[in-house]
């Protein structure tokens, strides 16, 4: 099969991925194997590629938001079969015996695996995935569009929740730092709530985008936003943004830090952070949050904006990403 590998950790300006020959996976008997047709291109890809995570496992295939049908299923698949439509997410498998397992955080499992990270991902023609890790996709999405609601989607759905929006919230003020793939979904589902977002992103193209979906403000992340706000999300990776968050925060907010990588945390002054605001990481996802996110994504219904690159150009979506160049979210077709 075609796929695009990772040997060595490099910028993503070296365009390190190898668009070459490997061998076609073989499902384990609680797996299916599924055709890839398209793969959602994730910051989270850019630090596996970039070392900046800490666990590294190569070489690797990367992506973790990948949309295709089951063409085989091992022997003690039940609930799946030949032709139907899923998606594999980034959590790949929990071990469902740890505490966190045993108490419904399967998202902090301390034996988790995760697809595009530690297991092969979706920048090639195939993949394999436990069958219970899986999600059927809603009739209501292309498979373009689908492919992005599998990790921007459904860490944008847990941001929320962590940062105190649960559910439909009139008139309440929610900031969000950076407006990539997860920010454009995001907005999406707190305006069907009801709530006023305020988005504040460096790059104008970004700001316009922001607006268009319905954002009543848009400024870069040092501005002042003209109300301080009930909850905020930072989706940059720019440890260096807390600073001004906490600085229009409202008393008893929270700010939900929504990736799996973020630069250091300037020191914070306690008068900042006086007042019970609350400052949380947003650690992974479970089963659950993607099942919930994708009813509602649904109801709504979200539609993703995407870019479309063909697989052979891989380091391309992602050089695009970092540079900020992508509006909304880039997405391989395979």
């Known amino acids: 099969m075609k796929a695009c590998i990772l040997h060595t950790i490099s910028p993503i300006e070296n365009n390190p991925l190898d668009f070459t020959e490997a061998s076609k996976p073989q499902p384990g008997e609680d797996e299916v194997l599924v055709k890839v047709s398209v793969c959602g291109v994730c910051r989270t890809d850019l630090h596996v ?82 069958a219970d890790f899986v999600y059927p996709i809603p009739e209501a999405f292309s498979d373009e569009e689908a492919a992005p609601l599998l990790c921007a989607g459904i860490i944008g759905f847990r941001s929320l929740r962590l940062s105190g929006i649960t559910g439909p919230s009139p008139g309440k003020r929610l900031g969000i730092y950076g407006f990539g793939a997860a920010g454009h ?35 870069s992340g040092y501005d002042q936003p003209p109300e301080k706000l009930d909850s905020i999300i930072i989706f940059a990776p720019a440890g260096e943004l807390v600073i001004p968050a ?60 995407t870019q479309i690159f063909n697989l052979a150009e891989a380091n391309a979506a992602l050089n695009a990403l970092k540079s900020d160049a992508v509006r909304g979210a880039a997405v391989i077709r395979i």
């Open 185 to 219: 979904i995001t907005i999406q589902i707190a305006r069907h709530w009801g709530v006023d977002v305020y988005a504040l992103t460096r790059d104008p193209r970004h700001q316009r985008l922001a607006r268009d979906l319905g954002a009543v403000w848009a400024g």
């Open 49 to 130: 590629i970039e070392g900046e995570l800490t666990r590294q496992v190569l070489p690797i295939i990367p992506g973790h938001q990948i949309i295709g049908r089951v063409e085989r299923v091992g022997e003690r698949i039940t609930n799946l079969k030949i032709g139907d439509r899923v998606g594999i997410p980034w959590l790949h498998r929990t071990c469902g015996v740890c505490e966190y397992c045993r108490e419904g955080r399967e998202n902090l499992c301390e034996n988790a695996t995760f697809t595009g990270w530690l297991v092969n991902g979706g920048y090639a023609e195939y993949a394999v995935a436990p």
């Open 246 to 305: 906490l600085k229009v925060l409202k008393k008893g907010g929270v700010i939900a830090l929504g990736g799996i990588h973020m630069s250091r945390i300037p020191p914070i002054d306690y008068d900042l952070l006086y007042g019970e605001r609350v400052i949380r990481s947003v650690a992974n996802n479970t089963r659950q949050d993607g099942l919930d996110f994708l009813r509602v994504a649904a109801e709504i219904p979200i539609k993703p904006q």
